[in-house]
């Protein structure tokens, strides 16, 4: 999969204006929001299936509205969701150096759609899972920063 998709940090006082767009979004990180499927797969992988659909649900929500936006609390749970996730890979699916087994990328291929654990990949397949991985600490980062800055997150 290639990374796709938009995450932008806007201004709370955004009006929701056309007009007003260029003064509102304060920052724009590209391609990161496909980061959030991986997440949903990656946890699925790890067999968390309760998080998984979580984080599917809020997605779910916030893709309902006119403007998707994601409120405060909303990034802070899609945050709390995503905390953890390395350490529930880390035994189960990888190792401590964030590699698959090569004897697993079968079986790991049949259960996921976002990873390029592509065979014309040849031994690079076994790091698809930390590819996948750093994005998605990509994406907490960004949560994190919009948190602390006081900025809501909109998706593309």
Known sequence: ????????LMRPDWDGSDEDIDRAVVEAYE???????VAI??????DDDKRASAIESLLEDVYEREQVIMTTAETNELLQLLEGLEAQL???????????QSNRLSELRARTETLNLD???????????GEGLCGVLWLQKILREALERGLLVSLD
């Open 90 to 100: 880390v035994g189960k699916v990888i190792d401590d150096k964030w590699m698959v």
């Open 41 to 46: 797969e990656l946890w699925r992988l790890a």
């Open 31 to 37: 391609p990161v929001k496909s980061f959030l499927d």
């Open 119 to 129: 065979e014309s990949r040849g031994h690079l397949a076994v790091h698809a899972v």
């Open 1 to 8: 999969m290639k990374p796709w998709g938009t995450i932008y």
